[in-house]
């Protein structure tokens, strides 16, 4: 298999010839570019599996480079390197360029390694993901949440509990046929951006910090890049990046509220919640399924689609 290929883009030489140092020696293809402009040149010829990039250069910033390469080149993963006075630059990326994470300078080399190890984990894992889903073949989609679910060993069968919640939802409420196979899909993806999650945060017993928080949030947008890139999947995209957003509008990562989220996206709100609910997780207990219930209940008209609720509830009292 061929060496992954990485392109390092920074206007100070003494930066780049450090970098490439230290990654020849991991056996790694490596690109360079002085600014954004060349580094933009350097991906039209070439596939790039990452991308390093300096915050403050001349011409285009570190922010803007990446914001562009996110739209052009979706799949490549994408690294900051910034100063600790361009902290706020760096948030800007990870909003707007969905960068996998910044590091500051000076580097410890150890961790700019396993960095690098766990985005080309992502990239490799996101690819693969990809191509199976251009088949849009169902049991395809079935082994790809399955091997998500890897990852996470409490959520195994999740996304098959999720589906058969959300098409008993979707048949309560008449939905066309149509819609409803859309959902299902949606249904057994709708975690596929956990894939670009560290295994170490999906498993943390105890509370996540502020920035694994926001590594976890960014799961519903990672979802819904991946399944742009296969194109039968670009009805879906809406349902997975919308189904933490909340009825009241609190929710992420978009703030929609009421019926600004798809409908789909708060049928899988609601039995994403209870299948989470009522199962093991890594920081506590489940819930009894009257617990759940109650929860649900109470959540009407603040987390939950009150229409939803309702459905789901009389399908959960046919299906005892």
């Not at 960095?115 to 169902?138: F, G, P, W």
């Not at 859309?182 to 670009?196: F, N, P, T």
């Not at 959540?299 to 009292?317: A, C, R, T």
Request: glycine share 6%.
């Amino acid at each position: 298999m061929p060496a992954p290929t990485l392109l390092l883009v920074d206007d100070e030489e003494n930066v780049l010839h450090s970098l490439k140092r230290l990654l020849h020696q991991e056996g790694y293809t490596i690109l360079t570019a002085s600014n954004g402009e060349e580094g933009l040149e350097k991906l039209e010829s070439t596939p790039v599996a990452l991308v390093i990039s300096d915050q403050r250069m001349p011409g285009k910033s570190g922010v803007d480079f990446l914001r562009l390469v996110k739209e052009r080149w979706p799949e490549t993963v994408r690294i900051m390197l910034t100063g600790y006075a361009d902290i706020e630059a760096a948030i800007a990326a990870i909003n707007s360029g969905e960068v996998f994470r910044f590091i500051t300078k000076p580097w410890n080399e150890g961790e700019i390694k396993e960095v690098i190890r766990q985005a080309l984990e992502r990239y490799d894992s996101t690819t693969k993901l990809v191509e199976a889903l251009k088949s849009s073949n169902l049991q395809a989609v079935k082994a790809l949440s399955e091997a998500v679910e890897l990852k996470d060993p409490y959520t195994r069968g999740h996304c098959d509990r999720v589906a058969k919640y959300a098409l008993g939802i979707a048949r309560r409420l008449n939905l066309p046929e149509e819609e409803i196979r859309y959902l299902e899909y949606a249904s057994y993806l709708h975690d596929c951006g956990k894939i670009g999650v560290d295994r170490e945060v999906l498993n943390k017993a105890g509370e996540l910090t502020a920035q694994e928080w926001e590594q976890v949030k960014k799961h519903s947008q990672m979802g819904e890049n991946v399944v742009k890139q296969a194109n039968f999947f670009l009805r879906i995209a809406p349902l997975i990046r919308s189904h933490h957003e909340r009825w009241d509008g609190s929710g992420y990562p978009d703030g929609k509220a009421g019926e600004e989220i798809p409908l789909g996206a708060r049928i899988i709100a609601v039995a994403d919640a209870y299948d989470a609910m009522t199962s093991d997780r890594p920081y506590r207990k489940a819930l009894s399924p009257e617990e759940a219930v109650a929860i649900l209940s109470k959540e009407k008209g603040k987390q939950f689609d009150p229409m939803i609720v309702e459905s789901f509830l009389e399908f959960l009292e046919d299906n005892k």
